[in-house]
């Protein structure tokens, strides 16, 4: 067995990490201002509760969004080869789009689309 | 691609469109779904016929997608098994808090069904894990179908993360396989496979990945709260179809991409199925509900299928097949009585089965076969699955693991015993009433005992998988 490739992959790993720690903690800076123990540090402290219930309608859109825009992605790569491949490009993206419109209508059906 | 090309793959697509046609009629109809849960049903019986008729063998996308005898036949087997899925959960789909998701179940349950044929005809590592994924994360939406629930909604999450993890750690190791031959098709990886230390590490990765689809111990943990958690009719799809199309795909990329290092993976094989048997059984004899000690018998069952593996040779490969043919059939119908009597009554101890026998004989009958055949008792068709395992490790040399094997189903036989004995032989204050399930039940566990029976006595079975399937050598 020729482990030595193995050996530097895991020396290699180790090394890599461990510097980037030991390097982080002798050159950053450090600051300990109650600021520093929030959860969200962005320089201001919160005001109220933070515990706050957010509408799901927001997530549902948001994962409807991420769906149709990656659909989209694949449309690009089959408008470059459509002309080239012809009749049975247009077939294939036809096929593709009922589908897609499929998980529209049904996320119609079941009112994911209303605003409540 | 041509008609002729969309043949090879009629499998799935028959499936793509079966979903397509739930979700139009999902669409298209008011409140009352009812018909949806006949119309599925229906369909699938077809699909199932349909999947019989002979195709030409191919392969299709530059080697992605193969399909051969072997695969159509495992892909038949399978959808045998949902049917029976799909018949036995008809009576659960029934109740009130079910009716609104009717559709979903078979979509989703569809899709994972999509997901493993693909899985099953890969031909190179991208489709592999495409399959895997899509037969994988759906299931996780249905085991926390009963979301109202706590039990089924940890049983989801719990499903969801652990196959996360485990997809990382197989992602890794076939990108160290990627990185060591340069191809990800199994045809033109085999031949680069040599034994060094980089192609160990990605075969263990890889190895760990699947054994936790699979189940295999020390990779079990999430096993036993999912199964308890999931609906009934999730967990039996669970521990049956899925770990099935699993166990095929494994022994399939063992024979084919990894046939140089067999000396490797029999070590590994070897440990791991001593301990899948073990601890599998060690833990069965504890348990009191009844879908925790199916999980764990499921467990242990898995280290037998292993034993068909780690052979190597032409025997074990068809013995593999054929148990899962037999294990379809005998855990259906364990698992059918189990959702009879929770649908009815919501009980699922073994303790509330004492004196089952005098109320409700025939689901005490059925249950038993169904338990004799899990344990491999003689004349049912779990004796000849388990038989073939052992002949197909023995046939390679490895007497002291079917030595260890024929022990741990012996340790096995008492606990499904225990089942047998509180149904027939423990007296009960208050047994559960008599009730008649309805018709569809009756069918799908009239199925299974048809195929506990009958698949140990038709010898041309195990010839026929024996002929299309292939050894190492």
């Known amino acids: ?116 | 691609m041509n008609l002729q090309d969309f043949l090879l793959m009629r499998h799935e697509l028959l499936l793509v469109i079966f979903a397509a046609i739930i979700l139009l009629a999902e669409i298209f109809t008011g409140e009352n779904k009812n018909g949806i849960r006949n119309l599925s049903v229906i369909l699938f019986s077809i699909i199932t016929v349909a999947g019989f008729f002979p195709v030409p063998e191919g392969s299709l996308f530059g080697g992605m997608y193969k399909t051969d005898l072997l695969r159509v036949t495992v892909k038949n087997i399978l959808n045998i098994g949902v049917l029976i899925v799909f018949i036995q959960s008809y009576s659960w789909l029934k109740f009130d808090e079910n009716k609104n998701k009717i559709s979903e179940y078979f979509t989703l349950l569809v899709s994972t069904l999509i997901g493993m044929n693909f899985m099953i005809s890969s031909g190179d590592f991208l489709m592999f894990y495409l399959g895997l994924e899509l037969a994988t994360i759906p299931i996780a939406a249905l085991a926390a179908y009963e979301i109202y629930k706590n039990r089924s909604a940890e049983a989801g999450v719990k499903l969801i993360l652990s196959s996360a993890l485990s997809s990382g750690v197989m992602l890794y190791g076939i990108s160290m396989l990627y990185g060591a031959t340069g191809s990800i098709y199994f045809d033109e990886v085999a031949p680069m496979v040599v034994k060094n230390a980089m192609i160990a590490l990605s075969f263990i990765f890889f190895f760990a990945g699947m054994a936790f689809k699979i189940s295999i111990v020390p990779f079990h943990l999430w096993t036993a709260d999912v199964y308890e958690g999931a609906p009934i009719n999730i967990t039996s799809y669970l521990s049956v179809i899925s770990k099935g199309a699993a166990v095929f795909i494994l022994m399939i990329i063992l024979f084919t991409v990894f046939r140089s290092i067999i000396f490797l993976w029999q070590e590994v094989i070897y440990v791991t199925a001593v301990l899948t048997m073990t601890i599998g059984n060690l833990f069965a004899i504890r348990q009191q509900n009844l879908k925790r000690f199916l999980a764990f018998s499921s467990i242990s069952q898995a280290g037998f299928i292993l034993l068909g593996v780690i052979g190597g040779n032409q025997i074990g490969m068809s013995s593999v097949i054929y148990y899962i043919l037999v294990y379809i059939f005998s855990n259906l119908g364990a698992f059918g009585v189990v959702a009879a009597i929770a649908n009815v009554t919501g009980k699922e101890n073994i303790d509330d089965y004492n004196g089952l026998y005098l109320t409700n004989p025939k689901l005490s009958l059925t249950m038993m076969l169904a338990l004799f055949s899990l344990a491999g008792i003689p004349p049912v068709a779990g004796f000849f699955g388990k038989f073939f395992l052992f002949i197909a490790a023995a046939q390679q040399g490895f007497y002291i693991l079917v030595l260890i094997a024929v022990v741990n189903a012996i340790i096995s036989l008492y606990y499904y015993l225990l089942v047998v004995k509180a149904m027939f032989l423990n007296k009960s204050e208050n047994p559960i009433k008599y009730f008649k399930s309805d018709w569809m039940t009756r069918i799908g566990l009239l199925i299974c005992i048809l195929g506990i029976v009958a698949v140990g006595f038709a010898s041309g079975i195990f010839e026929h998988l024996n002929f299309l399937s292939f050894g190492i050598n």
């Not at chain 1, 012809?86 to 998980?103: C, D, K, S, T, Y």
């Open chain 1, 1 to 116: 067995m020729n482990s030595e490739f193995l050996i530097l992959f895991f020396g290699v790993g180790v090394f890599l990490v461990g510097f980037a720690i030991v390097f982080a903690y002798f050159i950053a800076p450090r600051s300990s201002t109650p600021q520093k123990f929030e959860p969200y540090e962005c320089g201001i402290p919160t005001k109220g509760i933070t515990w706050l219930q957010f509408n799901v309608g927001y997530y549902l859109f948001a994962i409807l969004f991420l769906i149709f825009d990656v659909e989209a992605v694949f449309v690009f790569p089959w408008a470059v080869v459509m002309k080239d491949m012809g009749m049975i490009a247009f077939v294939e993206i036809v096929i593709f789009f009922f589908i897609l419109i499929l998980g529209l209508g049904y996320a119609w059906k079941k009112h994911a689309l209303v605003w409540e």
